[in-house]
């Protein structure tokens, strides 16, 4: 679309783009935010999808949401977004990013100086490095390795976890491990990680008012208890100290930021604003800071304990030169909880980082969306000195540069010479302080010992961290700053405790500058279809289907029951496979999807009515814009070229790097997890018999009654998996939550999801009852259950099951699960009007038999209800396309007798049967070869 120059005038049209075709799009190395508390290269994250990330919601609040697909957009120009506070966003210019009126604008669109940006969270940067190879702990029956994606997750999820216990959390000397979390989102980040390392998800219970409590799974308080230097038991009775696997130089870098991560989480302590003069706009900006109560007697140990924090945190980057560590009596108040009474003093260590950007960026607060949040907004005010600081050096030594080589250039023209210089390179975060407008002379050129300060900023308009916080919409994160005898003392949080999404706050977009041409990337989101990109929220790609253009129009769609139609030119045209609250969808060449797409409406006659009018009021038809072979020939030409086929074939079977790295098991047999959602053991070799008559189907019930045109998307749906279904409810049970479900498509491994997907297309249409969907009923019972329900009632019964049709059955994609799903029910045979070719062959091929009626007969004309049973005789001499008998008996006794076409074709068709299917049939073959 770009290449052909057709992407503007669609953008003029005001077309709402969706689809993999999009433009939208994000350079390669972008941080994106996840819920683990990591940002994630948007490259690096899963191409099928599975990574769990923020995302806004319709109140501009951040929520978890699924990424279902990465997507590589190949190679594109870009503009950087530059915030007030320095950082960059490198997107292209049509990507979308929501700004702080609820509006979401294009990023070449947006008004520098005016326009606010909607942020999400701070969070450090996870990426693989050279020190995880190799490396290993085991524990009793853990064994934490870095090999894997997978693996590497899981390890990182138990240093985590190990951080916070050993600082807010408790080992008895039962053995019995419990961490303590104040919010919801906490509790329910605890709960994933111990997911993903135990693959346990136990319950929380409430401890106070204050926060939950998790007690952790017996075999991993174990492991965890069996580690060098690991506490059992009252903390405060003995000498602290740090598992002795972090202090060597083998442990990755990874694994002690999520480490520090759990303990800063639990006792660390975020920005806070103090009280510095009389009035708020005097207000300081405090550091982040780690403390711990101990005992007079093992203060010396604490502090060893606090250097060693340090020099971990030096390792994953966090400048902690000028780290200061004091002792004090424990001050109490009116948030803490109450005096030990056991009488013994109690001192407080607490060591106070020197900086507080390198610390959020580097290793952040787990487990505690409170501190994070307070941090995020902290960043901002640190970050822009930090930027202004930088700028600042650079135009000192430029400037002592030019004054060197040209000794009689004044220090104006110098400063002005300089300050172009720097622009034309970068933006100019605080221009007053940047560029050193304060200075008036060479002789004032000294590089500051302590940095840079804001100093007259009333002067300049610099704004103060209170004033910058109020501007942010966050002032109400930090407490109040007045005279102690009056404030109120009770701790102050930014989220309330059981919410399941977080406050955002705005920046101001003060640049935007080309960025030259980048890798590019886009993510599509389930639900949201937004995420937290480098701070910003950023618009998704919409992928497959995606919403609706608002959720206001969703929204009219469900409470009005709405017929809304899609005209497309792509094989999607099957019920709700667009959209699932589309219900009708229309194949059309692309000019005319184009047409009806002006027109807005599918109820128009494009040959005589107009599709609207020019801007003079004259109305356009059909034939006034239709383009000329000529015309189509020209934009071919120009957007489809030899070279890129080329490129794209030429690199076809090298595999991108996650196929290059991908681990591959060993072994003659596969190892299958029975812990695993997406793969398991299917039941397809477990009653392999040999070649024999097909038997007769005798008083078989109907599982469904179904209509003309029903597609292989009806039998075996390939979208999202909605948690009110058969699927998602059997997800749910194993603890699965719905932002993790992924698509039917993900998990064709694992035949219990499929199998609960069959027949789960939401428009589905079974006569035997009246609403939509997954429902059936059950006969002669009259209950009315969900399909796979009522499968699993008839297979105890041990009645075969059977399916009517319309004409058409199967019809859409040849997916082998429409025909591998019937075959789990129970379903022996398909009576139909007409089959789709490549389904009938699919049928045969898991032995199931399709039957045709005879011509000018079906189920509406030989009064078939679907409240009968069925047998057909006669299958112990079938033969190609042979004619059968079946008698279908009413509840009354009453017997209807017709006959049916089988449509098994040829003599292979016969082979297939007699196995009992394709696989049965080559694995029969193999055993007898062998």
Not at 274 to 289: C, T
Not at 343 to 369: A, H, K, Q
Not at 584 to 610: C, F, M, Q, R
Not at 824 to 839: D, N
Request: with cysteine; glycine share 8%; charged share 25%.
């Amino acid at each position: 679309m770009d290449q052909a120059g057709l992407t503007p005038y669609l953008e003029k049209l005001g077309y709402f783009l969706v689809g993999y075709g999009c433009t939208v799009c994000l350079a390669a190395g972008t941080p994106v935010l996840q819920t683990n508390g990591m940002n994630r290269r948007i490259e690096d994250l899963p191409l099928l999808g599975g990574a769990v990330v923020y995302g806004p919601n319709a109140n501009r609040r951040i929520a978890p949401a699924r990424q279902s697909a990465m997507i590589s957009k190949g190679r594109r120009e870009c503009v950087s977004i530059v915030l007030q506070d320095g950082r960059t966003l490198t997107c292209t210019p049509d990507h979308e990013l929501l700004r702080a009126d609820g509006t979401w604008v294009r990023a070449d669109e947006l008004r520098l100086g005016e326009d606010r940006l909607v942020m999400g969270l701070e969070a450090p940067l996870d990426v693989p490095l050279a020190d995880e190879e190799g490396w290993n702990l085991r524990s009793e029956s853990f064994d934490f390795t870095m090999t894997t994606p997978n693996e590497r997750l899981r390890t990182l999820a138990f240093a985590r976890l190990l951080g916070h216990l050993l600082n807010d959390g408790s080992i008895s000397v039962h053995g019995q491990a419990r961490i303590n979390v104040g919010q919801r989102l906490d509790r329910e980040a605890v709960l994933n990680d111990i997911e993903i390392v135990t693959g346990k998800r136990p319950a929380a219970s409430m401890y106070d008012e204050r926060k939950w409590s998790v007690v952790l799974p017996q075999e991993l308080s174990i492991a965890i208890m069996a580690l060098p230097a690991v506490k059992v038991g009252r903390k405060i009775d003995q000498a602290p100290t740090l598992p002795q696997f972090l202090l060597t130089e083998r442990c990755p870098v990874a694994i002690i930021r999520e480490f520090l991560g759990g303990v800063f989480g639990a006792d660390g302590h975020a920005p806070y604003l103090a009280r510095f003069g009389k009035g708020d706009e005097d207000a300081s900006l405090h550091q982040p800071a780690i403390s711990q109560t101990v005992r007079p007697e093992h203060v010396a140990d604490q502090r060893l304990v606090m250097d060693q924090i340090a020099m971990l945190l030096d390792r994953c980057g966090v400048d902690v030169a000028g780290a200061r560590i004091f002792e004090y009596p424990v001050r109490r108040s009116l948030s803490s909880y109450p005096e030990a009474d056991d009488g013994v003093p109690r001192i407080e260590v607490r060591m106070t980082l020197p900086d507080g950007v390198s610390f959020i960026t580097n290793v952040g607060y787990r487990y505690c969306v409170d501190k994070t949040l307070k941090a995020s907004a902290a960043a901002v005010y640190w970050r822009t000195v930090d930027h202004i600081a930088r700028q600042r050096l650079w135009m000192l030594t430029r400037l002592s540069v030019l004054h060197r080589e040209e000794p009689k250039l004044t220090f104006a023209a110098a400063r002005t010479t300089a300050a172009a210089e720097l622009e034309k390179h970068e933006t100019l975060i605080f221009p007053h302080y940047s560029t050193l407008r304060g200075s008036g002379s060479f002789s004032h050129l000294i590089a500051p010992s302590r940095g840079f300060r804001p100093l007259q900023r009333k002067k300049v308009d610099f704004p103060s961290p209170v004033a910058l916080f109020k501007e942010m919409g966050v002032r109400d994160w930090f407490s109040e700053l007045r005279k102690h005898d009056v404030a109120d003392h009770k701790k102050r949080y930014c989220v309330e405790k059981e919410a399941l999404d977080l406050p955002t706050f705005s920046l101001r977009v003060i640049d935007r500058r080309p960025a030259r041409e980048h890798d590019v990337y886009d993510l599509t989101i389930d639900e949201l279809h937004a995420f937290v990109a480098n701070g910003v929220l950023a618009h998704n790609c919409i992928g497959n289907s995606g919403p609706l253009a608002t959720p206001e129009i969703e929204k009219e769609v469900k409470d009005n029951d709405l017929n809304v139609v899609s005209v497309l030119s792509g094989n999607r045209n099957f019920e709700g496979r667009i959209h699932p609250l589309v219900k009708s969808s229309y194949l059309a060449s692309p000019p005319l999807v184009v047409a009806y797409a002006l027109a807005g409406t599918v109820h128009i006659d494009l040959e005589d009515e107009p599709i609207g009018n020019d801007k003079s009021g004259k109305p356009v038809f059909l034939k006034d814009i239709w383009p000329t072979p000529d015309e189509v020939n020209a934009v071919m030409n120009k957007a489809i070229t030899q070279e890129m086929y080329a490129t794209e074939y030429g690199k076809i079977f090298e595999g991108d790097r996650f196929w290059k790295t991908m681990p591959s098991p060993t072994g003659a047999m596969f190892k299958w997890d029975s812990k695993s959602t997406y793969v398991h053991e299917p039941p397809f070799f477990k009653d392999i018999a040999g070649a024999r008559d097909v038997a007769d189907i005798a008083n078989a019930r109907v599982l469904a009654v179904l209509g003309d045109s029903v597609t292989t998307d009806h039998i075996s749906p390939a979208g999202s998996i909605p948690a009110a279904s058969p699927a998602g409810q059997y997800l749910v049970s194993l603890g699965v939550k719905p932002v993790d479900f992924n698509q039917y498509g993900t998990r064709r491994g694992n035949h219990e999801v499929l199998i609960r997907g069959t027949f789960a297309n939401i428009r589905l249409r079974n006569g035997l009852v009246e609403r939509e969907g997954w429902w059936t009923k059950h006969l002669p019972s009259g209950e009315e259950m969900t399909i796979y329900d009522a499968s699993m009632r008839y297979q105890r019964e041990r009645t075969p099951l059977v399916i009517l049709a319309g004409k058409e059955y199967g019809s859409g994609s040849s997916r082998d699960w429409a025909a591998k799903g019937p075959l789990l029910l129970g379903v022996r045979a398909v009576i139909a009007e007409t089959f789709e070719r490549i389904h009938r062959s699919n049928l045969v091929g898991m032995g199931i038999l399709p039957l045709q009626y005879q011509p000018g007969q079906n189920a509406a004309s030989l009064g078939l209800t679907g409240a009968e049973t069925f047998t057909i005789r006669g299958l112990s001499k079938l033969a190609p396309r042979a004619i059968v008998d079946v008698e279908a008996r009413r509840a009354n006794g009453e017997i209807v007798r017709f006959k049916a076409l089988a449509r098994v074709d040829d003599p292979v068709d016969i082979d297939y049967m007699r196995s009992g299917g394709v696989l049965n049939f080559v694995f029969g073959e193999l055993l007898a070869k062998n």
